[in-house]
């Protein structure tokens, strides 16, 4: 019996969860499931253009199973794009990440995983903030 997969850390949950092509109604399309921890292999390795091993860092998974979760995405959004399918982020094996933030307008620093950039300080309420590191 295989052991349970072990949790992926993801840094922000996607803005959005859906992707269609254009004119068709949802109903009428298949659909791919793309896990939170794919789109954030795509989103450090393509978007934030980082190489494998830091990728796997951040991630708390080795290198190995980082290129399997990449290429697995890679697979999944060539499917959608290529034949016209809906793709659909979520489930998964994941934890988010806890970063410490600290508002632009009031100064007020607090620990908080970024789930979007419409994250608000619990002081003021303001929308503007900066990651600590």
């Known amino acids: 019996m295989p052991r349970p997969p072990k949790c992926r850390r993801v840094e922000q949950y996607p803005g959005f969860t859906c992707f269609k092509p ?11 499931q793309l896990n939170v921890e794919e789109i954030e292999a795509v989103r450090l390795r393509d978007l934030e253009s980082l190489e494998h091993e830091d990728c796997a860092a951040r991630m708390s998974v080795s290198r190995p199973t980082f290129h399997r979760i990449l290429a697995s995405a890679r697979q999944k959004i060539a499917d959608a794009l290529i ?24 100064g007020n620093l607090w620990e908080s995983t970024v789930c979007c950039r419409r994250t608000r300080c619990p002081r003021c309420r303001e929308i503007s903030w900066e990651i600590i590191e």
């Open 22 to 32: 254009t004119g068709i109604p949802m109903n009428d399309l298949a659909e791919v």
């Open 83 to 106: 034949n016209g399918k809906a793709l659909r982020i979520q489930g998964g094996h994941y934890e988010l990440a806890t970063r410490q933030l600290k508002c632009l307008q009031c």
